[in-house]
């Protein structure tokens, strides 16, 4: 386990959003990227299997980019990417550890906004 400040792992999470490259990045504007401690019963409504497990380390919320209405917008706020501060730190030992998770983690979360299943994120090393 790896301990590192909420303010340098909300760091770590704004380097990599910076390395997305623009072309996506450009989708992302009303996407908000959340870092909380870790998963809470309040989400079990957003899971495939109706509860969250304890070691989720992120958790996309919102209506993927291909389904949404061209020009009306979606009702309930922006979408939202939520990743988990305690379960990711507790998985990595070394600094470039947690970066690469977060990485792989943000990434993965955004593949779901954009549309992708978990058997497309899995092919692209995202799962």
């Not at 990227?33 to 919102?62: C, F, K, T, W």
């Not at 990434?107 to 799962?127: A, C, K, P, R, V």
Request: hydrophobic fraction near 40%.
């Amino acid at each position: 386990m790896i301990t590192i400040s909420n303010a340098e792992f909300d760091q770590l999470v704004d380097n990599v959003l910076q390395q997305v490259p623009d072309e996506y990045r450009q989708y992302l504007e009303n996407v908000v990227v959340e870092v909380h401690d870790r998963p809470s019963r309040a989400l079990d409504a957003y899971v495939e299997d109706d509860e969250a497990p304890e070691d989720l380390l992120g958790l996309y919320i919102g209506v993927p980019l291909e389904d949404k209405l061209p020009t009306l917008g979606e009702p309930g706020g922006p979408d939202r990417i939520l990743l988990f501060r305690e379960n990711l730190c507790a998985m990595c030992t070394t600094r470039a550890e947690l970066i690469d998770e977060i990485r792989v983690t943000l990434l993965h979360e955004i593949g779901h906004f954009f549309g992708m299943d978990e058997d497309q994120l899995d092919e692209l090393g995202y799962g």
